[in-house]
């Protein structure tokens, strides 16, 4: 047997092991993976038509001409239904990125958007969105986009304290990642001067009446000084005054809430006849459900003009049934003080992130 072959074996596989080369602590040498940069884009929706001496959007849609509301920035004025901005943000394309989407809407805490769900459906409220959803109407935004920029800003007066509502609409403004969202507690006013226009906010306090009941501005003013009564402002003054002829003068707004309940009986025998507005009234105050939706909106029982209709009512089951439709109707007085900058002692809109004045998911 030949020794030399069985020594010179283990010797060559040393050296082989040490002359392997060392990758120990070292990184992978994989190729650099490239960094796309997406094109931003900015949307601006003015969703609706002045009908009044208010003229809230043709100067939204002048303020966002004119200025800098996000990159690449487009308006569109247009009565466009929720499912219609939805489409449209899906049309974005592959190499684009949503940067800032406006949404001028009027709107309220207690009603929500003026938006329409459908082009011809009912407006942008919790129980209106989550019926939609149950039929399959919300289309879904597709993957892709938004990035970390995206942002979903929501002028409609009083939008941010509805909590309930800001949630659902980050659900379904949602794709792949959440936008931000972020809407003001307080009015939006957009106003138009000689040479640009300007968005400011506005503190808001409110006086209701009758449909077809006006009370007079002394009887306003003095639910006003009841209502707040730690406010120093000339409320008889303010309600004579449409718009502020000062920057930080108050001035007033009208505009209505309706409020709708619909009662299923099992039979007609069971129906009652409410024949007055003192008749609804109790009955409402007999309805534990229904009476928690009114003092939710903070507006008293006999300020609403309240109505009846009886009907037949067909659930999802195809069943019919006999009911009671009621509705209730208010006038709200607001009276409005815009934010003054204690600095240049002009109306001033305060940072987006600032929770004072908006909330934002």
């Given amino acids: 047997m030949d020794f030399r072959k069985w020594i010179f074996l283990p010797?060559?596989?040393?050296?082989?092991?040490?002359?392997?080369?060392?990758?120990?602590?070292?990184?992978?040498?994989?190729?650099?993976?490239?960094?796309?940069?997406?094109?931003?884009?900015?949307?601006?929706?003015?969703?609706?038509?002045?009908?009044?001496?208010?003229?809230?959007?043709?100067?939204?849609?002048?303020?966002?001409r004119q200025h800098d509301t996000g990159e690449n920035n487009q308006v569109i004025i247009s009565p466009l239904s929720l499912v219609e901005i939805l489409n449209y943000l899906n049309t974005i394309s592959a190499n684009e990125r949503w940067d800032k989407i406006n949404i001028v809407s009027h709107g309220n805490s207690w009603t929500g958007l003026a938006i329409k769900i459908l082009p011809h459906g009912n407006r942008t409220m919790l129980e209106t969105i989550l019926d939609a959803q149950k039929e399959n109407k919300i289309p879904r935004l597709r993957t892709g986009i938004y990035d970390e920029k995206s942002h979903v800003v929501l002028y409609a007066c009083g939008l941010g304290l509805d909590k309930p509502l800001m949630y659902k609409l980050q659900e379904i403004f949602s794709a792949d990642r959440s936008p931000k969202i972020t809407s003001t507690k307080l009015f939006n006013i957009f106003s138009v001067g000689p040479s640009t226009s300007a968005h400011s906010l506005a503190y808001f306090y409110n006086s209701f009446y009758k449909p077809n009941h006006y009370l007079g501005k002394h009887n306003l003013a003095k639910q006003l000084?009841?209502?707040?009564?730690?406010?120093?402002?000339?409320?008889?003054?303010?309600?004579?005054?449409?718009?502020?002829?000062?920057?930080?003068?108050?001035?007033?707004?009208k505009y209505y809430i309706p409020i709708h309940w619909t009662e299923v009986y099992q039979d007609k025998q069971n129906r009652p006849r409410l024949k007055t507005e003192d008749d609804i009234i109790s009955w409402i105050l007999n309805q534990p459900e229904f009476l928690h939706l009114v003092e939710d909106y903070g507006i008293p029982l006999n300020k609403y003009q309240w109505s009846v209709r009886y009907i037949n009512y067909t659930n999802d089951l195809g069943e019919t049934k006999p009911?009671?439709?009621?509705?209730?109707?208010?006038?709200?007085?607001?009276?409005?003080?815009?934010?003054?900058?204690?600095?240049?002692?002009?109306?001033?809109?305060?940072?987006?992130?600032?929770?004072?004045?908006f909330m934002s998911l």
């Avoid at 109707?329 to 929770?355: C, G, Q, R, W």
Wanted: one cysteine or more; a neutral charge.
């Fill in 225 to 253: 000084t009841q209502r707040y009564p730690d406010e120093d402002i000339d409320w008889l003054a303010a309600l004579s005054r449409k718009l502020p002829k000062e920057p930080g003068q108050p001035f007033s707004y």
């Fill in 323 to 357: 009911a009671m439709s009621i509705k209730g109707k208010t006038v709200v007085m607001s009276v409005l003080k815009e934010l003054i900058d204690p600095e240049t002692k002009e109306p001033y809109v305060p940072a987006l992130d600032n929770e004072e004045f």
């Fill in 11 to 64: 010797i060559f596989l040393i050296l082989a092991f040490c002359n392997a080369p060392d990758t120990k602590g070292k990184p992978n040498q994989h190729p650099a993976v490239k960094k796309i940069n997406y094109r931003h884009r900015s949307i601006t929706f003015v969703i609706g038509e002045d009908k009044s001496a208010n003229k809230y959007y043709t100067n939204a849609a002048q303020y966002f």
